[in-house]
């Protein structure tokens, strides 16, 4: 079975979140960054990836994800500042 990953954009440090999850990372922030369907990540202008996970499968990164989306706003900001406290954008590390 193919990896998952659970992953979060930014508009900007501190700004508007969104969370997703997909089985291939890169094809899916450059979705977001083209724009190619109508979403909530488009209409913010969420595009910068401030945080990601990697999971052993696409159902475990898809429940995390719906776990993860119940979350208040200060323990999402806590995780990206744990392993990214400069906002930087990751997608050129993939």
Known sequence: MKPGYVYI?????MGVLYIGATDDLARRV?????????SFAQHYNCQRLVWFEEF???HDARAFERKMKKWNRAWKVNRIVMSNPQWRDLAQSL
């Open 30 to 38: 450059s979705e977001h960054r083209q724009g190619s369907q109508k």
């Open 56 to 58: 052993e499968n696409i």
């Open 9 to 13: 954009l930014a508009n900007k440090p």
